[in-house]
């Protein structure tokens, strides 16, 4: 199954490059050869200090790039300390949740760190792409450096994994009331009812990410509408299959996610 998009960062050495990149980015958007979605310029300065130069992430086709952008910032908020140092420290906690939110693994945040060294500028997008070689191409002309991420279903399977282990814990306390002697019976009941109340925050988490997904593809899948309505025949044939593998793979995740908040019901009930 297609994926949805892909996150990138492309390294360059100096803002001005920088800004020849967005352009080709936008270019290459134009052309049909990609659908970019959302972007930010962000640079890292001489301490090591990541900073915002201009974004583009409006409305839910932003949030991805959004989250990655203030994430990479928090990440480097304590300069050229590196991902690994950074989510170790405290300020970084928050940060290091939003990237673990949208998936994107360790290597990909470690690679944006190493190669966005002090004084140098990135463009980071949310593209969706049939092949890797126009963006590529046309970035080494410029000499941009293409760090890039499939976004993929991480967070949905993290999810479950969620709830299967809070349907676990519930069924272990629920025996171990049943079993207790009378002199226990309260504190195993409360222990009990923090379980269930996980259990429901675990349910609330996948019906609020149900509800992300949900808006954030009917966004791409707009912006794909609109850049058909400019294409040639023969783009036009290939963003229609686009759209409709999106589609499809929606329908997968979001059937995925309303049979675990069912399994979660029914366990609830029990």
Known sequence: MTKISSFVAVVFPDERKAYEGLRALKKLHEECSITMYSNAVVQRSAEGWLSVKEKQTEGPAG????????????????????????????????????LF??????EFLDTISKELTAGKTAVVAEISEEWVTPLDSRMGTLGGIVVRELRDDFINEELQRRIDRRKAELAQRRAELAAARAERLDTMKEAVNKAEQRLRMAADSVNARAKRYHEETEAKIHALQDQAKKAGAQAKSRIDDRIAQIRAHERED???????????????RL
């Not at 970084?92 to 949740?97: K, N, T």
């Not at 939110?101 to 360790?106: A, I, K, M």
């Not at 059937?255 to 019901?265: C, H, S, W």
Request: glycine fraction near 22%; hydrophobic fraction near 50%; charged fraction near 15%.
């Open 254 to 268: 979001l059937a995925n996610l309303e049979q675990a908040r069912k399994l979660t019901e029914e366990a609830l």
């Open 63 to 98: 949030t991805g790039v959004g989250a990655l952008v203030g994430g990479l910032i928090g990440l480097l908020a304590g300069g050229p300390v590196g991902v690994a140092a950074g989510v170790a420290s405290g300020t970084a906690l928050g940060a290091f949740r939003d």
């Open 101 to 106: 939110n949208l998936g994107v693994s360790d």
